[in-house]
């Protein structure tokens, strides 16, 4: 559609449009909005209620939702009443987290309330832009926004055009040029017609590139992965067990009960209940650091993330010309080339170059006394701007512009001057010459003021601090190489500088490979930003991205942690999992720091889940076989999962370190960890065991001395798991540790009373307490051997 109306002219387009330079009536645009629609990008929206009803449509929904079927089979009702609110409990917990998250980032999805001046029955009238359709004759002017495509047929304008293809310089746009849709007008006016609205502009294009940019949630793959591993256990145990009812005679009508509990035990109830959870503390602590979480992923995901790209125009640079060290030529000093630039500058016109120079003069305290008898604003057909003042009583003429403009018509040390002007080039820098001559004398060239957009005061420490994280830094900018190499020097980036045009040319395998090894990538477009998170995440990386702009927003969607710096556009911002509100990336080391932390509290939960659920069954099969009666009840391991579960998820507040490195969930890894710990603690239950029949219990108090057992150790395993070093290193969260105490004497006091189990005297408990207690203290060394071997 573009290359379309640029490579037509003016009234070809309007001709095809069915309109004219006097604009439409309001009746015709009234059909035409009919027909295009409003100007503006529609969102993708699920129903709240299918939201909802999805929460029971996975792995651990499934599970439960089967065993709730088996108990009411069974006639099991109360077991199936506790069962379906654990079901229903976290199935709402986890709607609520994600509800409020997207109630947060609506609001940065509305569109800017851009206003757009409209020639409608020959009247110029002020409307919403929504509003606008094809056709339609618009003008703008100095700090306006483009409402939409529109062809220019009469005037000029400069036009920051970065949040759209990430370059930092301003762009010319006059008669027969287009003008996107979210540009900004930094100098002049234009009046153009209307070619393109809403989802058809480049705007909206981009944005639609947003709404089918998805990543993959980690958390659902690991969660898949560990019930996984369990249900291969569910599966063979029962089989075992059935194949030793059918030797030894035993109803198959008395082994489904026992069936029902090895279901019930191996279910994750609350796993994703505190994944939730602890992700939504850890959003509401990065909140009070200006860091807001939009998608409640993205602190898990930062944790794993190992690759960040850069936006480099507005992220890590300032993203606003900045005057470098002038060199003055002749006689005068550098002072007084920034004077006559001055000079020859216009605050009004708010072109960026006038105005970095005003800046540089009020920052070095620089006061220039002069009187403006006349000035002529930049011109793109003379490439300068001029100026006659009176100075120090003289009066003067001031020209600045294009070095190449200045020299034809100054007095110039033709090879000093383009020595000078090749070194700022090497460095990227954008150059502007200054001339002065005095009434009747000919133009002396007075100096060169190089130009650039610096980097943030905090952008290098940033990039210390990150990659003393281990997260690879790489910056992404639409600047040429020279540039690009001149601010990753500054920043300390790292010197591989590759020119993306090249890298699209390579077979994909060699494509990877170059993306991952470069540091810096110039000359890039929208559309790459997206292929290079893309190319990375094909490699096995876990992808950052920051970046302010409309064309940043694909690649910041679908990056694993997205991150909208503070200045970032709206669109942006709904892009993104993570927005900024303080200035400059260094809350991006926070997000990552407890992200980890969330790791760490996650795996500690993960890890007592799993030696939790390999104890039970394993005890409750291998107990069967050798004293052919289940040590405990049905009941008592739903009471179990209730009590041990959901007091566990006080370990989403635990105190814990972050790592040095990114972290990643290996189901296998932990799996084959939790494994070592469960079989000692499987030897442990089996004491127990022993010591009830020493103390001669019997069955239904063997049922509870058992419960008290289970209970007792998941609470103590958690102390264990906790730590990756020894269980002493560190003190647990205040809420933790009530937490567990509150459990143990609630088991302690039901056993000693007979309150939902058989009654048993409070010594046989506190002896269990004692035992657990000494074993834990032991294996804890066997755990900090065993973790280290498996490397989590």
Not at 186 to 210: D, H, I, N, Q
Not at 304 to 310: A, E, P, Q, R
Not at 387 to 412: C, D, H, R, S, Y
Request: hydrophobic share 45%.
């Amino acid at each position: 559609m573009k290359d379309d109306f640029n490579n037509k002219d003016v009234n070809t387009i309007l001709s095809e449009l069915n309109s004219s330079v006097n604009g439409l009536s309001e009746e015709e645009a009234e059909k035409r909005l009919r027909t295009y629609g409003y100007n503006e990008v529609k969102e993708k929206k699920e129903s709240p209620i299918i939201k909802f009803l999805k929460k029971f449509w996975a792995p651990v929904p499934w599970m439960l939702e089967v065993t709730v079927i088996i108990t009411f089979i069974l006639g099991k009702f109360l077991d199936m009443y506790i069962i379906l609110f654990l079901l229903i409990f976290n199935s709402i917990i986890s709607f609520i987290q994600e509800k409020r998250a997207e109630d947060a980032v609506e609001l940065l999805r509305q569109k800017l309330n851009v206003k757009a001046r409209v020639l409608r029955d020959n009247k110029w009238k002020v409307i919403p832009s929504r509003l606008l359709v094809p056709g339609d004759i618009i003008h703008v002017r100095l700090g306006d926004i483009i409402p939409a495509d529109m062809k220019i047929f009469d005037g000029q304008i400069l036009l920051d055009q970065s949040v759209l293809t990430g370059e930092s310089l301003p762009v010319e746009r006059t008669i027969n040029d287009i003008a996107f849709s979210g540009s900004i007008v930094k100098r002049g006016e234009a009046s153009g017609v209307v070619v393109a609205t809403g989802g058809k502009t480049y705007f909206g294009k981009t944005t639609e590139l947003v709404q089918s940019a998805k990543a993959q949630s980690h958390l659902e793959k690991l969660i898949l992965n560990i019930v996984k591993y369990l249900i291969v256990i569910d599966v063979i145990l029962v089989i075992l067990l059935t194949i030793f009812s059918i030797l030894e005679g035993i109803p198959i009508n008395d082994v489904l009960p026992f069936s029902l509990i090895v279901l019930i035990a191996s279910v994750p109830v609350a796993l994703p209940a505190t994944f939730t959870i602890a992700m939504a503390l850890g959003s509401v602590e990065l909140s009070r650091k200006g860091v807001l979480i939009t998608r409640l992923t993205a602190s898990e995901d930062a944790a794993s993330m190992d690759v960040i790209n850069l936006d480099k125009t507005g992220t890590i640079t300032e993203n606003r010309m900045r005057v470098e060290n002038p060199i003055a030529f002749g006689n005068f000093s550098p002072d007084d080339v920034i004077k006559f630039a001055y000079m020859a500058s216009d605050e009004a016109s708010q072109d960026p170059l006038d105005n970095s120079i005003i800046l540089c003069a009020r920052e070095n305290n620089i006061k220039v006394e002069y009187q403006k008898l006349s000035f002529t604003p930049f011109d793109p057909t003379i490439k300068r701007t001029e100026a006659t003042v009176i100075f120090n009583g003289e009066k003067l003429k001031v020209i600045k512009g294009a070095p190449q403009v200045i020299a034809g018509l100054a007095k110039v040390d033709q090879p000093t001057f383009d020595k000078k002007l090749e070194e700022f080039s090497s460095k990227g820098f954008r150059v502007i010459a200054v001339a002065v001559a005095k009434e009747g004398e000919s133009l002396n060239l007075a100096g060169l003021v190089p130009l650039y957009d610096p980097p943030r005061p905090d952008s290098k420490e940033f990039i210390a601090e990150i990659k003393s994280l281990n997260v690879k830094p790489k910056m992404i900018t639409g600047d040429n190489s020279l540039i690009a190499k001149e601010i990753s020097k500054e920043v300390n980036i790292g010197d591989n500088i590759c020119n993306i045009k090249k890298i699209k040319e390579l077979p994909d395998q060699e494509r990877v490979k170059a993306i991952e090894n470069c540091d810096v990538f110039a000359e890039v477009l929208p559309e790459d930003k997206y292929l290079i998170v893309k190319n990375l995440q094909s490699a096995g990386h876990y992808v950052g991205m920051t970046g302010d702009g409309v064309n940043d927003a694909p690649a910041l969607r679908q990056a694993e942690v997205g991150v909208a710096v503070s200045n970032a556009t709206d669109v942006a911002k709904a892009s993104a999992s993570v927005v900024l509100t303080h200035e400059g990336l260094v809350d991006i080391v926070e997000l990552v720091k407890t992200g980890r932390r969330i790791y760490q509290r996650m795996l500690t939960y993960t890890l007592n889940k799993i030696i939790k659920t390999l104890q039970v069954v394993f005890f409750l099969t291998l107990s069967f076989f050798i004293v052919k009666f289940f040590v405990t009840t049905p009941f008592d391991v739903i009471l179990l999962l209730f009590l041990n579960d959901f007091v566990t998820m006080s370990i989403a507040t635990d105190n814990v370190r972050y790592s040095s490195k990114p972290e990643r969930f290996s189901a296998k890894k932990i799996v084959l960890a939790s494994g070592i710990l469960s079989i000692l603690i499987l030897i442990e239950s089996f004491f127990v065991l022993w010591i009830g029949f020493i103390l001669k219990l019997d069955i239904p108090e063997i049922h509870t001395f058992i419960f008290d057992m289970l209970v007792i150790t998941g609470q103590l395993t958690v102390y264990m798991v906790r730590e990756r070093r020894s269980m002493w290193s560190s003190r647990p969260s205040n809420f933790l540790l009530i937490a567990s105490i509150i459990d143990i004497v609630f088991v302690l006091f039901i056993s000693s009373l007979g309150i939902l189990v058989y009654p048993i005297p409070i010594i046989d408990s506190l002896l269990v307490l004692a035992i657990a207690f000494g074993f834990t203290v032991i294996f804890d060394t066997v755990k900090n051997i065993s973790f280290k071997t498996v490397g989590i």
